[in-house]
């Protein structure tokens, strides 16, 4: 497989001897121009990498923050057809960013796998993360995306164990997302010790660069992930800072992009400001 | 659908990696994975092992009441006309349902495994009370995700689990109803893997549970066999049982399906109706899609968004269908019917009335396809319809459709 831009910008990233801050986003919250300005205004605040959740209404993995934030953007009517024209109009201004796209099956299987692969890469993704489809499923998404020269980045976990890891790793390509702690996205902080050691482990077993996630809120923790890991992503505390700007009827404001942008900033500040040791 | 070429067996099912035809499988987040894979292996353990058995036949004659009877609905037979009438009585079960069989048998396993918090998810709430029953009896933590919806429906069954110890947790999220309670569970499940035994109600989710939870109800059909052939001389010519998530319908169908000239039919929730919005039939008006777990048939609008269900009836009302079903729908084995809300709320009445049985709203949907499909059969013609619970739980949401009439 050819390289993509999320190889690329790791190799870019690793030659700085920094980690990469990788930033989510649901598609269409709380309306689709509003999520494509905050995506447009993301690479210049110090986003490396960004996810874009496909919203769906039973995201199991997720916490109430991204459940709250799925919800508002299928009622404001967004639709894959309508999150991958987004993936596309970021494109024609920005071609060096990558951008993952993330969430759960149903809705890639219902649009077609096929036809799916083809219009994601045409729109300029360069990756797929799908909660619900672990290894033992290779066959429904992950080796056509492969061979479709989009990356399919895997989840590892506190459960995932050096038995199991080889399994996990063998079809990942892009990066390692490690969920930092047992539970659902945007509730506890992970630990910094534990997850150097795990960052660690996971390494041993491949070349590819892990970033870290789930819990991470400031630029403080932010920071601390990235002396260890090779990226650092932070999602639902972006999801809460946009939430915080809505009105009472979920609607967005003058301030609502301005609110992400500020903590991105932040958040590279703190990503930036890591020592990395034995580099 | 495929269809693939004539089957040897319909009970062969799931392949090793969980999947009957195109459906089943396992699709969860990669925490679980390792705990799906433990399960797996625990209950392979707990399969072959004659002290496991033996220890479940026991709670089920001694604690559960087992065997149910099998009983001729005479009345109902002769105001019918038709096909001779059988109940299969789940109803007189403890805890009033069919669900205790497949929880006695997971809470045996969680200990088996050494796991002291069990958690559930409940639609009508006897899985929870039968999930609440055996963890009081086995000694070990129950917490019950609800619907915050169901809370409000089903507010005796809510009673029932807090008096034997379980903490219930109303769900907010969503439709506030089943599929939300089952999200919730597998948040908590994701959180806390350690210690934790999920007890899956119905045969659905990731495999191993459509295969066990179905293991564990067959208890049902392979008692019909044995009853039905001591009071017939023969086995029957029909089985007929209402759907949800579709447990109590596997158990009395599955040891039937290579039995081939037996009709099997199984009843979905039509709600207001299949040419409305508000229905819980997953296979009529529903596709193939991936959720909770498992592929199958799910309502959902054009994006793969899930829609939600409706049904009278809280313990139908889900937008999916175990993965087996699925299949069997799909080979033509099984017929897939449906009763709407009113449908279901005559039988309940004739039910009553004509045999002093007070059944769930649930079966009364499988009974009012028997309203419709008896009279057409000959005397001859032994159907044997699942009465998977009784309708107490049910009675002030009757009443309140019904208004004056009840």
Same mark, same amino acid.
């Given at each position: ?15 700085? %001897?920094?980690?990469? #801050? ?8 709380? @309306?689709? =121009?509003?999520? /494509?300005?905050? &995506? !447009? ?82 729109? %300029?993704?360069?990756? #797929? ?8 499923? @290779?066959? =429904?998404?992950? /080796?056509?995306? &492969? !061979? ?82 090779? %990226? ?48 | ?406």
């Amino acid at each position: 497989m050819s390289s993509t831009r999320i190889d690329t910008r790791f190799a870019d990233l690793k030659r700085q %001897g920094r980690a990469a #801050l990788v930033t989510f986003l649901t598609a269409g919250d709380p @309306d689709t =121009e509003t999520s /494509l300005a905050i &995506l !447009k205004a993301l690479p210049d605040v110090g986003a490396d990498v960004i996810e874009v959740g496909m919203p769906f209404t039973d995201p199991m993995a997720d916490g109430p923050a991204i459940q709250a934030s799925s919800q508002r953007a299928l009622k404001a009517g967004q639709t894959m057809v309508k999150t991958l024209a987004m993936i596309r109009a970021f494109r024609a201004a920005d071609q060096t960013t990558p951008i993952v796209l993330m969430g759960y099956y149903n809705p890639i299987y219902i649009y077609g796998v096929g036809k799916f692969l083809t219009d994601a890469k045409a729109a %300029g993704i360069d990756g #797929l993360i799908v909660v619900d489809l672990p290894p033992e499923e @290779d066959e =429904e998404l992950c /080796l056509p995306a &492969l !061979k479709a020269g989009l990356n399919f980045i895997r989840l590892a976990t506190p459960t995932t164990d050096d038995k199991r890891l080889p399994a996990v790793l063998a079809n990942t390509s892009g990066f390692v997302y490690y969920v930092s702690i047992t539970g659902i996205t945007g509730m506890a902080a992970a630990d910094p010790w534990a997850v150097t050691a795990a960052v660690s482990r996971i390494k041993r077993h491949t070349k590819l660069p892990v970033a870290v996630g789930f819990g991470v809120r400031s630029a403080e923790q932010a920071r601390a992930i990235a002396q260890a890991a090779d %990226g650092v992503v932070v999602g639902s505390a972006l999801i809460d800072a946009l939430k915080a700007t809505l009105d009472g009827d979920d609607k967005a404001q003058a301030a609502s992009v301005g609110a992400v942008t500020k903590l991105v900033a932040s958040l590279a500040a703190g990503v930036r400001s890591a020592k990395r040791g034995g580099k | 659908m495929n269809v693939p070429p004539q089957l040897n067996s319909f009970r062969t099912g799931p392949d090793e990696r969980g999947h009957f035809g195109i459906y089943g499988g396992r699709f969860v987040a990669e925490t679980l994975m390792p705990l799906i894979l433990d399960l797996e292996k625990a209950y392979a353990e707990a399969k072959a092992d004659p002290a496991f058995k033996r220890e479940m036949d026991g709670h089920l004659t001694h604690y559960v009441g087992r065997p149910s009877p099998l009983y001729l609905a005479e009345r109902m037979t002769a105001q019918l006309g038709g096909a001779k009438i059988y109940f299969k009585r789940e109803d007189l079960n403890h805890t009033g349902a069919h669900k205790v069989n497949n929880v006695l048998g997971q809470i045996m396993l969680a200990k088996r495994m050494g796991k002291p918090r069990i958690i559930a998810e409940t639609g009508a709430g006897m899985h929870g009370v039968a999930t609440a029953t055996m963890c009081a009896k086995f000694g070990l933590e129950c917490i019950v995700y609800m619907g915050s919806v169901d809370v409000a429906r089903q507010q005796p069954n809510v009673l029932r689990m807090k008096a034997l110890g379980a903490k219930v947790v109303p769900v907010e999220s969503g439709s506030k109803t089943l599929k939300d309670a089952m999200n919730e569970a597998l948040r908590d499940w994701v959180t806390n893997v350690s210690d934790t035994f999920y007890c899956i109600g119905t045969v659905a989710g990731p495999h191993p549970y459509p295969m066990m939870v179905r293991d564990f109800q067959c208890v049902i059909g392979n008692e019909t066999r044995e009853q039905v052939t001591a009071l017939e001389g023969r086995l029957p010519n029909s089985l007929i049982a209402c759907i949800g998530g579709g447990s109590n319908a596997m158990g009395l169908f599955h040891p039937f399906l290579d039995d081939k000239d037996i009709e099997i039919y199984g009843v979905e929730a039509a709600g207001h109706g299949l040419n409305t919005a508000m229905h819980a039939a997953s296979v009529a008006g529903g596709k193939p899609g991936v959720l909770h777990g498992n592929r199958t048939y799910l309502l959902m609008d054009a994006d793969g968004q899930i829609t939600e269900a409706h049904s009278i009836s809280a313990g139908l009302d889900y937008p999916g269908i175990g993965p087996e079903h699925a299949w069997l729908n799909d080979t033509g084995r099984v017929k897939f019917l449906s009763a709407t809300d009113e449908e279901a709320l005559e039988a309940f009445q004739l039910c009553c009335k004509l045999e002093g049985i007070i059944p769930a709203l649930e079966p009364a949907h499988a009974l009012a396809r028997v309203i419709e499909i008896a009279p057409r059969k000959p005397k001859d013609h032994v159907m044997v319809l699942n009465l998977s619970g009784r309708g107490d739980k049910d009675l002030a949401s009757v009443a309140e459709h019904l208004g004056g009439k009840m």
